[in-house]
């Protein structure tokens, strides 16, 4: 056994990893942070989380607690200011460790030369002890598009994302009455998963996000010029994976079949007229788009079957 400490606990994300190393067998949970919640029962975030759980620490104690992973579900500055531990694997959810050539990354691979990596299992294994976890975005569209990389000059990427992508912290663009019977394009040309994604594809990418009015749920839409064979290359590269399925001809992926879950489904059309490929990457951003894949990145890390802790029911096999 290992054992797992959540700092961040009561956000969305921090409750996703919460349910999954409580499902998972070989992690042991030793200390839940949260800064609001601190000195609390576990029942104070979930009355379905019983008296055997440990009651809320702060963050600070919390990575203190001597945890094998920690698990930093916390909003960009926190993660920021985190110092980390060691001898633990951190599996940081927050964005501010992401890019190769970021402060935050930089200042954290400088504390430990060689600890540091980006973390995406299927297709960039994490090497280190210090693992940043993708964007929920950048996980679809890298998972769409990284085996094509080497054969396209650019993509262009059309994305939509359920409400909790945005986190649990209260804004005008999370209010119901303005997410309800509403679509609407944000950060257009501004995004922070639009660098995040060219870092790893190696070329430039036109990313645009929409919200979608649904409480959880990714859906990317990738269009490239390519003359090699999409669907050849994306089947031969997920083959194997327990969590990505490339769907067979003229099916499309659904956000239904994978909301609640860590699986990933992927679609591969052409068009005809404009010689364009079109690839599309449907998941869950708070399963394979965030804990789900800060699981997954720990089992790596730590030694695990990388599907222990998943929820895979939306794969069939």
Known sequence: MATASILGCAGYTGQETLDRVLAHPGLELLALGSDSLAGQPAAALDPRLDGSLP??????????????VLFLCLENAAAAAFVPPADAVVVDLSGMHRLVDGAQALAWYGAAPGAWSYGLPELFPAQ???????????TAALLALAPLAPFIESATIDAKSGMTGAGRTLKASSHAGFVLENLSPYAVGAHRHAPEIAQQLGVPVCFVPHLLPVRRGLLATCYVQTDADARALLEDAYASSPVVRVLPEDVAPELARVQGTDAAEIGVFSDGATGTSIVICALDNLGKGAAGQAVQNANVALGFDETLG??????LV
């Open 128 to 138: 280190g002890d210090l693992i940043a976890n993708p964007g929920c975005y950048a």
């Open 310 to 315: 998943l929820r895979l029911a939306g794969v």
């Open 55 to 68: 009651p809320f620490t702060t963050n600070a104690e919390a990575a203190a607690s001597g945890a094998d």
